[in-house]
Every structure is written in structure tokens, then in C-alpha cells.
């Protein structure tokens, strides 16, 4: 079975950065989708980056060039590096993963395994 875990949340200044961190367990190889997704109580999931086997990147258009999605395949790890962070962009991260298309989506419904979620708290 496919686990993934996230790391790296917590509380940060507004204009800070931070570094979320998601490895993959039970994954075989092959191509996939990697994205991160966010979600505030009593809101929908809404995708935030993704990022396909090959590198090609997408992002949601509220990032606005402030975060980059990345990846280490050889250790199984995807990154979220955001910078110039907000107040509005206070919530439960999640990482998200699938076998991939020819692009990968930030659509919730695209993706079949996801990890448990890490807390990002911006501070005014």
C-alpha cells in the first residue's frame, strides 16, 4: 500500500518561508502525479502545486510565483518551498499522489492516495 507522509509545518512570521516535505512509501516506480493540496476547516481542498514524473510543473493561480513544488526521486520525496508567506495561507497541507496522465491536475478527484496532512500557521 502507498503511504505518504508529510513533515515540515508550523508556525512562521507573514513574509517568512517554509519547507514542506513528502516521502512515499510502498511506491514501485514508474510514472506519477505529486501534488500538494490545502484545506481550511469547513472549505474544500484546493490544489496547490503539482508535479508530474517528468518535472512539469502547475500551479494554482493564488501562489502567484511565490511557491516551488520539486522532487527527489531517488528518495521517493516531494517538496513545497514557499516564500513571501501570508495569513491567508494558513492551513492543513496535504500531499496527494497517482498514477499519472500526460499532465497532472489540481483537481482533488485526481488523485488516489494522500497523506494525513501538516499544520501551516502564518502570523501577522
Known amino acids: 500500500q502507498v503511504q505518504l507522509v508529510e513533515s515540515g509545518g508550523g508556525s512562521v512570521l507573514s513574509g517568512g518561508p517554509l519547507r514542506l516535505s513528502c516521502v512515499a512509501s510502498?511506491?514501485?516506480?514508474?510514472?506519477?502525479?505529486r501534488g500538494w493540496f490545502r484545506q481550511v476547516p469547513g472549505e474544500a481542498r484546493e490544489g496547490v502545486a503539482s508535479?508530474?514524473?517528468?518535472?512539469?510543473?502547475a500551479y494554482g493561480d493564488f501562489v502567484k510565483g511565490r511557491f516551488t513544488i520539486s522532487r527527489d526521486n531517488a528518495k521517493n520525496t516531494v517538496f513545497l518551498q514557499m516564500n513571501s508567506l501570508r495569513a491567508e495561507d494558513t492551513a492543513m497541507y496535504y500531499c496527494a499522489r497517482d498514477e499519472a496522465y500526460a499532465f497532472c491536475p489540481l483537481l482533488r478527484a485526481g488523485y488516489n492516495y494522500w497523506g494525513q496532512g501538516t499544520q501551516v500557521t502564518v502570523f501577522s
Open positions: 508535479i508530474h514524473s517528468s518535472g512539469v510543473t
Open positions: 510502498g511506491v514501485t516506480g514508474g510514472r506519477d502525479c
